[in-house]
């Protein structure tokens, strides 16, 4: 057993050396990659390491083939009498596993040929179903065990083509998005389009929305630098976009066009709150998105406008109808259509589902009629712009499934249509000091992931 560990010493040294004085790579692209990598390598050694020290343990493994069934899997893997039936019970009432799938696994855990554990993984999910036994054979704990994961930044060059959606899938997508480095299952093909439309959203739809015409503005010659980040799941080894940390659109014709990170807490709106959020602005701090998007859904179709007299479809006599309405299917998303704090979320009279959302600068906004509530929020939640907060329904006074919009200032109504344009607040004082102090640090990083080639923008007179 000593030497075994002696061993096991000498190797975790070696590793650790290889990791500190290794030689400094090339980062021609994706300067994340190694590093990663021994991440990786670190993890799983730690893994072989724990079932070697676990002198005692045998994990007996079976997986689904054609026809097959959990009860077969459960007896492939010696698990008999009671702790069978309490398995299926388990597994199929209480955890939800009620059928299982070619490729799915179980792994019966034996400490001392005493059943402790019986995990069972459905194939394309990330995490596991785990019931633990007890001295007495009886389950004690069961719960779907999330599988691990860890975000990651990487640096990718977009050369613009004919698309940005072609230029992401060209050189956007990263090497290891699904376990074989390929598009080979349905599930990778699934996975890798939602990786690009995910990313191209972030960049066309939301970053750049009111910098970039992306139909009229875009030559083939232009370059979007990205630093973005990703999520990375060892166990089921796949990869999925989380979110773009800062990007420059470097136009071929001249001219540059930033998204510069800056988390900060939300102060104005949740006091003391202890939400971090990510906002993009320009250089000199002035925010890149307006105060409120247009719509509060997708793609709503205006079926009453701000009145301040109007007839009303129920009611049927004249009544001001202070707000927007858009028609759209049951179910639609509803977004928020600025960062604010959740001040009422219920049934309303007239109303019926409504939230209302405090923002920034005296602003409130509510969403009438919602047929449910996203689940997750409650009255105080910090919601971001574009969250859904909600679904379209007909609760209330309503003829139809839509969304009744409307937003106060200072407590009296405005029209919606009128007040969209104000823009975000830029960064002043405190704020814009460390912003200042933290752009050359991004920049000499985001530089060293990218080959140190990253463009500034020209010089402008101040
Ligand atoms: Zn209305």
């Given at each position: 057993?000593?030497?075994?560990?002696?061993?096991?010493?000498?190797?975790?040294?070696?590793?650790?050396?290889?990791?500190?004085?290794?030689?400094?790579?090339?980062?021609?692209?994706?300067?994340?990659?190694?590093?990663?990598?021994?991440?990786?390598?670190?993890?799983?050694?730690?893994?072989?390491?724990?079932?070697?020290?676990?002198?005692?343990?045998?994990?007996?493994?079976?997986?689904?083939?054609?026809?097959?069934?959990?009860?077969?899997?459960?007896?492939?893997?010696?698990?008999?009498?009671?702790?069978?039936?309490?398995?299926?019970?388990?597994?199929?009432?209480?955890?939800?596993?009620?059928?299982?799938?070619?490729?799915?696994?179980?792994?019966?855990?034996?400490?001392?040929?005493?059943?402790?554990?019986?995990?069972?993984?459905?194939?394309?999910?990330?995490?596991?179903?785990?019931?633990?036994?007890?001295?007495?054979?009886?389950?004690?704990?069961?719960?779907?065990?999330?599988?691990?994961?860890?975000?990651?930044?990487?640096?990718v060059t977009l050369a613009v083509t004919s698309t940005v959606w072609e230029s992401i899938d060209d050189s956007g997508v990263p090497p290891d998005l699904t376990p074989t480095g390929h598009i080979v299952t349905a599930r990778d093909s699934i996975r890798e389009v939602a990786y690009i439309k995910n990313f191209e959203d972030q960049l066309a739809n939301r970053l750049f929305v009111y910098d970039i015409d992306f139909y009229y503005d875009v030559q083939p010659g232009d370059s979007?630098?990205?630093?973005?980040?990703?999520?990375?799941?060892?166990?089921?080894?796949?990869?999925?976009?989380?979110?773009?940390?800062?990007?420059?659109?470097?136009?071929?014709?001249?001219?540059?066009?930033?998204?510069?990170?800056?988390?900060?807490?939300?102060?104005?709106?949740?006091?003391?709150?202890?939400?971090?959020?990510?906002?993009?602005?320009?250089?000199?701090?002035?925010?890149?998105?307006?105060?409120?998007?247009?719509?509060?859904?997708?793609?709503?179709?205006?079926?009453?406008?701000?009145?301040?007299?109007?007839?009303?479809?129920?009611?049927?006599?004249?009544?001001?109808?202070?707000?927007?309405?858009?028609?759209?299917?049951?179910?639609?998303?509803?977004?928020?259509?600025?960062?604010?704090?959740?001040?009422?979320?219920?049934?309303?009279?007239?109303?019926?589902?409504?939230?209302?959302?405090?923002?920034?600068?005296?602003?409130?906004?509510?969403?009438?009629?919602?047929?449910?509530?996203?689940?997750?929020?409650?009255?105080?939640?910090?919601?971001?712009?574009?969250?859904?907060?909600?679904?379209?329904?007909?609760?209330?006074?309503?003829?139809?499934?839509?969304?009744?919009?409307?937003?106060?200032?200072?407590?009296?109504?405005?029209?919606?249509?009128?007040e969209i344009l104000p823009p975000a607040n830029p960064l002043e004082d405190q704020q814009l000091e460390l912003f200042r102090l933290q752009l050359p640090v991004l920049e000499s990083t985001w530089g060293r992931m990218t080959g140190g080639s990253l463009p500034a923008p020209p010089p402008e007179d101040e």
């Amino acid at each position: 057993m000593r030497s075994r560990i002696l061993l096991i010493s000498i190797f975790l040294l070696a590793l650790g050396a290889t990791f500190l004085f290794r030689k400094p790579h090339s980062a021609a692209s994706g300067g994340a990659w190694h590093f990663q990598r021994q991440l990786e390598a670190l993890s799983m050694f730690t893994d072989s390491l724990n079932a070697i020290l676990a002198d005692t343990l045998e994990i007996r493994t079976a997986s689904v083939g054609e026809g097959g069934t959990l009860g077969a899997l459960l007896f492939e893997t010696g698990i008999e009498g009671s702790r069978y039936l309490s398995c299926c019970d388990l597994f199929i009432d209480s955890l939800g596993w009620t059928s299982v799938r070619v490729g799915d696994t179980l792994e019966a855990i034996y400490a001392r040929d005493t059943l402790c554990e019986v995990r069972g993984r459905p194939r394309n999910r990330r995490g596991y179903f785990s019931i633990v036994f007890g001295d007495s054979a009886r389950p004690v704990d069961w719960r779907w065990v999330p599988e691990e994961n860890y975000r990651r930044l990487r640096a990718v060059t977009l050369a613009v083509t004919s698309t940005v959606w072609e230029s992401i899938d060209d050189s956007g997508v990263p090497p290891d998005l699904t376990p074989t480095g390929h598009i080979v299952t349905a599930r990778d093909s699934i996975r890798e389009v939602a990786y690009i439309k995910n990313f191209e959203d972030q960049l066309a739809n939301r970053l750049f929305v009111y910098d970039i015409d992306f139909y009229y503005d875009v030559q083939p010659g232009d370059s979007v630098w990205v630093l973005l980040e990703e999520v990375r799941y060892p166990g089921s080894m796949e990869t999925s976009f989380s979110r773009i940390v800062a990007a420059k659109y470097d136009f071929a014709l001249g001219g540059m066009t930033e998204a510069i990170p800056f988390f900060h807490r939300p102060d104005s709106l949740a006091p003391g709150g202890t939400v971090v959020i990510l906002d993009h602005y320009h250089r000199d701090g002035a925010s890149l998105r307006t105060m409120f998007i247009k719509m509060p859904v997708p793609f709503g179709r205006v079926s009453s406008v701000y009145s301040d007299s109007r007839m009303h479809p129920v009611l049927g006599y004249t009544r001001a109808h202070r707000g927007i309405d858009y028609a759209a299917p049951m179910g639609t998303e509803i977004y928020a259509v600025g960062d604010g704090i959740i001040t009422f979320r219920g049934w309303s009279g007239g109303y019926g589902n409504i939230v209302r959302v405090r923002h920034a600068n005296g602003y409130e906004t509510g969403y009438g009629h919602m047929s449910s509530f996203a689940s997750g929020q409650e009255v105080g939640s910090y919601v971001r712009q574009g969250d859904v907060i909600g679904f379209i329904g007909t609760t209330g006074l309503s003829t139809g499934p839509h969304v009744h919009f409307e937003m106060k200032l200072n407590g009296e109504y405005v029209n919606p249509a009128t007040e969209i344009l104000p823009p975000a607040n830029p960064l002043e004082d405190q704020q814009l000091e460390l912003f200042r102090l933290q752009l050359p640090v991004l920049e000499s990083t985001w530089g060293r992931m990218t080959g140190g080639s990253l463009p500034a923008p020209p010089p402008e007179d101040e």
